[in-house]
């Protein structure tokens, strides 16, 4: 017979079996999905799902390995018309007992930067949510956008452009004033 998958998103660390893995498979609802988009600041999440186990390592920490499956919509960088992209990554996290998160003075990132503090509960959503936000393309593009070369500048002011921006654009506008003034 099958375990019973838990339903719930918050699972207590007290109630977690040390001699079993704890299974889970989260497809959040259409308003979690939105609430999701909302918070990365993404036009939409088409489809997702987290779905892994919970697992004792030794006799005080946890792991948690997971796939992240994800359709997600964000703006185009060029054109801001919606793209499209397909997520699907494995997600492990370690939830370590004795590992201090001094939150008031500025500490230096671990090598390993799947391990986080240990609490009373694991909450799925939260990770789940920070997997995605990681995966997510920095600068989602189309591939049929091209960036364009505007200028804009003040009234009467001629626009800079890319040639005026090269470290000896300056001398060869004072050649040319120089041969000019022969």
Do not use: H
């Amino acid at each position: 017979m099958p375990e019973e998958m838990p339903q719930q998103t918050t699972l207590r660390v007290a109630d977690l079996p040390e001699s079993r893995a704890t299974p889970f498979d989260l497809v959040p609802e259409n308003t979690l999905r939105d609430q999701i988009a909302e918070d990365l600041g993404i036009l939409g999440i088409r489809k997702l799902s987290f779905a892994g186990k919970i697992a004792a390592e030794g006799k005080r920490d946890w792991k948690l390995a997971a796939q992240l499956g994800a359709t997600v919509e964000q703006a185009c960088v060029v054109t801001l018309d919606p793209v499209v992209t397909r997520i699907d990554q494995t997600v492990t996290r370690k939830f370590v007992a004795d590992m201090e998160a001094d939150l008031e003075e500025e500490v230096e990132m671990p090598e390993d930067d799947s391990e986080e503090p240990l609490g009373s509960e694991i909450d799925l959503i939260r990770v789940m949510t920070e997997a995605l936000a990681l995966a997510l393309p920095d600068y989602p593009r189309r591939d049929d956008a091209t960036l364009e070369n505007i200028a804009f500048s003040a009234p009467g002011v001629a626009p800079m452009t890319d040639e005026d921006t090269k470290p000896f654009a300056g001398l060869a506008g004072l050649k040319d004033k120089l041969e000019k003034g022969k």
